[in-house]
């Protein structure tokens, strides 16, 4: 064949030689020596002529050895036939199982289930190398079935690198153990990626990681180092939650059934847990996680649900600017420990939280750093937190966030409600909801009505009184904070059976003054924003309650509010829970704030300071003390139709007995020409136009005059409650 290709070759060079040479002189002896080479034969062409042409064209030789010599020599073994030579008997068995379209299940292989979480039970029999499952995955050791890449109960010491591969079929690589990271860094995935139940002793990583599927990463998944899922995107669900789980399996332990022991199906996050700017398009599910430090999950978009049930976080839970399409559900979520009894106990202390009220069994061993920050947050329905054991955590931070639904902390149907740790906060300033639904301090299975009509607390499944809860904690953080209404302050009460019932009594503006008082740096705009809602659901009376109040704080804070502590001691006082700051001295108070308010006045709480600043600090507390004295800031009209009646009465026994022109008229003159003193604009006897009094009783009426328009503010106020009133 060689031979045959050089004469062809060695041919056509000498008709193109003929060509060239007879160009000159025609082109009929050309064609001549054309057709006599073509007939000459092969060996004649290459030897006989004397010229061998490769010699003359290194390219025509590169050619040569590429279209003859290269096809004759032994083809490279492909990465595929590699592997396969190089694979171990394990390995040879599971890409057997997986070209099949079965799963490679090493437990049932092995008749032997290993927990991933411990090293016994592990052994070559279940190891697979890096390199054999990149292959696998990759699709260059056989072409993968519909059924995807199927692994169970496999062991992985080498690391792991995918970086930038496109999965195309399903891999589920399930109760297994990697020893070594894994890197998934900018991995293409077009179907599910499933790492439930597995245990990764090294860092996983897969930070800008495509799933056109959903992502497992629960059923009892352990993860010793950090896990990064920054900037990835999921076109499904993102779990890390068992596949089967209730929302009674977060409350039951309240119920005195007691708290479940550490099962397998909690996944478990040793170290930082970073999704922040994940994006998931349907439910992001953490339920029944341990997080023992932070969770970051800033400027995260979820489409659907964010799922936090159950949880237990031991370190921070970062979701600054999230984005949740639907609601935010948060039913027994934990930082501190939740006891058999339905108690929540600090990690960090030996204490139990009853009802926000401290009771100390050692001495504090740390501090309560945790917290929850999700400011500047959006959900498009409802954040619920309810049942929740909140002993650690420092502050939840909701400050300019969005909730287009309710903020739902309890109901009678749905408790119990939270245990807040006795110095937890919660921030709301400028934040805004739909509605507020909540629940007061009762019972965790609610209380039962006696006989006498006073509510006793019910008892758990084993007798021993249930511990209380409540949806607030004790500080709050209110400027800005506004909402549309207020579900669950009046009276309600569902049957328990066993002919029990359970009943939350009616809150009133005693209980909602105390629940402003609980954020102790004074504004006014949380006292007008309650207001507004009570007015508008009808409780009239409640709104100015709380107006009054308001005003009566800024009249001592106008005296006693130079500093922070003064502030505080005011609003304490003045909202009438001073007794009950005493009585939970879990919020530092201030030494201004423990003094009983007999002990302390007004006049007494004036320093010895002087100056223009202090004369308008007594100006501004007298012009206050006027008004409230007259008609109680405009919210006590009741207050100003009495004192006008005392103006009267006092007016019509100076003009009758220490006037001339009264001597020699009656009682009743002289309380009719008072009355028409009072009313301005308006002349109810001619006569009166021609009194003339003098002395110093003259400037007791001109008061009367001036007096007289508030007078008549006060009735028009009066008239626009009632007439309003009976109009709703």
Known sequence: MLMSVLAWRQDTGSTGQGKRRNGVNGGTQGDHDGKAASQSTPARGIFASGRFWPTRSIAGVLVLLCLVVLPMLPARPSRALASAATATATEAWAQERICAGDPADFNTHLSAVADPRRTEG??????????????????DLCKIPARGVDIIGAWVREPIDLQGANIAAQLRIRGSRFDAPVQLDRVRAEKLLS?????FAGRLLMTEIAIRGSLFLGDGASFDDKVVLWGASVDGQASFSPESIDREDFIRPLHGGGQAEDKPQRTRFADTLDMNGIRVTRILD?????????????RARVDGDLRLSGAHFGGALSMDSIKVGESVEAWGIIWGNQEKDGSCTSA????????????DDATNTGGITAE????????????????ACLADLATLNLSGSRIGGQLFLGSIDHYPANAWGERSILILRNASIGKIQDTPSIALTGVTATSSGVAATSMSPTGAPMPKRESWPLRLELDGFTYASWDGLDRQERPTGSAGRRVIPARGDPWLIEWLARDHS??????????RVMTTQGKTGVGNDLLFTSQEIERCIAV?????????SCILRRSGIIDLAQANPAPPLSPAAKTEPSAKTDSAAMDTESGPEREQQLLDYGVRTTVWLLNGYGYRPLWSMGWFMVLIMIGSVLFRYRTEEGRQRTIWFATEYTFDTLLPAVNLCKEFDSIRIDGPIRYYFIALKVLGYVFVATLLQVFYQVIGRSIT
């Open 560 to 568: 006693d509010g130079s500093t922070s502590a003064g502030i505080e």
């Open 372 to 387: 929850w920050r999700f400011y500047y947050a959006s959900v498009g329905v409802n954040f619920y937190l309810t049942g």
């Open 195 to 199: 790492f439930a139940g597995s245990h």
């Open 348 to 359: 960090h202390r030996d204490r139990k939280i009853y009802s926000n009220v401290t009771q």
């Open 286 to 298: 953490l339920r029944n996680v341990d997080a023992e430090k932070d969770v970051l999950l800033d």
């Open 522 to 531: 004074y504004s006014r705009q949380p006292y007008e924003q309650l207001a």
């Open 122 to 139: 592990w052994d070559d029999r279940r190891l697979l190398g890096s390199r054999f499952l990149v292959a696998l995955i990759s699709g």
